[in-house]
């Protein structure tokens, strides 16, 4: 049988069109509509600006600004343009605080709560406010220069960064050591990655390599991370378990006093003021205002929040499905010798606490992944617990869960929004819910 000759597909038709833009999306892009109303994205972009498009296919392949809002000031980080990382610090700072808020004001009305009041954007401000946590990639091109950054937006470019302004310095300080450290471990043409934690204790260092390190190899990550004093240097190679070259202490992070010694690559909040933040806008600041009340802390990680509902006085139960978080925070309780707080090993979406298991709470947190915990809340609608407390990175899965309790008969009473990742897209979210006597 005669092939069919496969047809080249035409490029679409290229237009330059002048466009003022109406508002800004969800991506912190410009978003404006051309002649015949179709939404234009253009990044970089602020409402009441004219710009000049070049568009094919409802894509902006080029785009000049005409005129400047005064709602833009000048990005800090000489990275800006390239970089995926920082994308709205061009945004002046009520404008951002409001860009952020509304966020959260869109998805809880899709999700028919628009009478919802959501508070100002909570800002982190101050000693330990930098990312404690960040993952860079790391690539050897084929001329053999080393690059270490964060993506470009919507490429796998990896846009080579000099300094950070958003991590904590004790992780800034590591960029060009690393740099050196990936030229002797990347063949050209490699890539790899690293992810780097600020424990209480000390860096732990994770890398991400193409193969595992031969001996000389290992000679040299040890000598690195003996020079800089990393608590943990462990490697990995794709989907295996990381595995430790070199461990001088355990790395450790503390919860409310509670010292828990984490496994590699765990999930922490992004930075250590945000662990003080949300427990204190989740109302667990205050040693002792729980005494004796039961509370169960969902998607409970290493234990963030069960320490401070422990603190607060609550017996506590936290359910978490990895199990080396379980077992982390088990190390935690059990170093610490602490009674009346426990943790189990527990899937939340295919086995969420049922109707019965959380009548037994009056407060109930969950801190779910993305995707948001519909499983786990549709029996907590039902229940009768009086107090929930619900935390969310991700402000749509968030508003439907919201949605789920209101629908049976929770009053969401407080919904706070909090920049706990700074000029990026992403907003975290505390709220708190009641249930009537
Ligand atoms: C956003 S983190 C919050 C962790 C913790 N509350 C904290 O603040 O450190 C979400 C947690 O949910 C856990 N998780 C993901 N899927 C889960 C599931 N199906 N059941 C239970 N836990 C899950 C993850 O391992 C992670 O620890």
Known sequence: MQKKARRRKRPAPCRSIEII????????????????????????????????????????????????????????????????????????EDFYGEWKRDMVRQALSRAGLAMVDVAPLYRLRGEGAGRRRVEWALLRDRAGQVKLGYRQRGSHHVVDIGECAIVEADIAALIAPLKGLAAALLQPGEQGGCRITLSDSGTDLLLKLP???????????????????????????????????????????????????????????????????????????SAGGREGTMAADLFSGVGTFSFALHRAGARVLACEADEAAVAAMQAGINRAQLGNIAVSRRDLFRQPLLVDELNRFSCVLFDPPRAGAREQVETLAASKVAEVIAISCNPASFARDMAILVGGGYRLERVVPVDQFPYSRHVEVVARLSRGA
Do not use: N
């Open 211 to 285: 193969r595992l390190p031969d001996l000389e190899e290992r000679e040299r990550l040890t000598a690195f991370a003996r020079a800089r004093d990393c608590a943990r240097l462990c490697v990995q190679t794709g989907a295996e378990m990381p595995e430790t070259v070199l461990q001088q202490r355990q790395p450790l992070v503390r919860f409310c006093g509670v010292a828990v010694p984490i496994p590699p690559d765990c999930f922490l909040q992004a930075s250590r003021a945000a662990d003080r933040v949300l427990a204190e806008l989740a109302g667990l600041s």
């Open 21 to 92: 833009i109406e508002g800004l999306g969800a991506r912190g892009d410009g978003v404006a509509r051309d002649d015949d109303g179709r939404p234009v994205h253009v990044p970089g972009a602020l409402p009441g600006e004219k710009w000049r498009a070049d568009l094919a296919g409802g894509k902006v392949l080029r785009a000049e600004m005409l005129r400047s809002s005064p709602l833009r000031r000048a990005p800090f980080c000489p990275h800006y343009q390239g970089c995926g990382g920082c994308r709205a610090q061009h945004l002046a």
